[in-house]
């Protein structure tokens, strides 16, 4: 099992609808959790962290955390052409200055 | 957000040649700094944690030898390919946190390419 998954995707949706992307990760210890956002030829760029169960809203972005069940969700409202990206969701397990990366979701919105 | 600085953004090198890497916080200090490649279409690779001050430690499969990295002050990094070869090339991205369990920041790439 990989430390963190995601489906690769891509995931489509229809400009203005709400895009709703999964991570799910393994270690249980991990206490912070990140999510990247990466256009094509570029390097990633921080959308949200969420840190405690629950869910964290900043702007049309909701971050969206279950440390029971191991995952971590980001909602993206009103979806626009330019949030087409791949999405990366990034686990720091407690205590430690490493992030675990997950293998991506790219994310269509059709115009 | 932190600000983090990569240089250069692209280079392009003759085999056997050697390149160097990069990467600096701007406005915060960086105890430990990351380094990742990336090929097309695939995820960030963790390649090795920079440390101030220390050795950089490695990830399994990733040669110490080649893959140089220097940690000389809070805010600086550097990564040095040596001997490049035609597969080496790819993305390097560096990225800095502030402390542990912290958002990372990354810097802008650079792309590789040796001919």
């Known amino acids: 099992q990989k430390e963190v998954e995601q489906n690769s995707g891509p995931l489509s949706v229809p400009e203005g609808a709400i895009a709703s992307l999964n991570c799910t990760y393994s270690d249980r210890g991990s206490q912070s959790f990140f999510w990247y956002r990466q256009y094509s030829g570029k390097s990633p760029e921080l959308i949200m962290f969420?840190?405690?169960?629950g869910d964290k809203e900043d702007g049309r972005f909701t971050a969206q955390l279950n440390k029971a069940s191991q995952y971590v969700s980001l909602l993206i409202r009103d979806s626009q052409p330019s949030d087409s990206a791949t999405y990366l969701c990034a686990v720091s397990p407690s205590g430690t200055y490493k992030y675990i990366f997950g293998t991506g979701t790219r994310l269509k919105v059709l115009a | 957000g932190a600000v983090v600085s990569q240089h250069p953004s692209r280079v392009i090198c003759k085999s056997g040649t050697s390149v160097k890497i990069e990467c600096r916080s701007l406005d915060f200090q960086a105890t430990t700094m990351f380094w990742y490649r990336q090929f097309p279409k695939q995820s960030l690779m963790l390649m090795a944690t920079?440390?101030?001050?220390?050795?950089?430690?490695?990830e399994q499969g990733v040669e110490k030898d080649k893959f140089l990295i220097n940690h000389a002050s809070l805010t600086l990094s550097t990564l040095t390919v040596t001997s490049a070869h035609p597969e080496d090339s790819s993305f390097y991205i560096c990225?800095?946190?502030?402390?542990?369990?912290?958002?990372?920041?990354f810097g802008q790439g650079t792309r590789l390419t040796v001919v």
């Open positions: 920079s440390n101030e001050g220390s050795k950089a430690t490695y």
């Open positions: 969420i840190y405690s169960n």
């Open positions: 990225s800095a946190g502030r402390g542990a369990n912290t958002e990372a920041f």
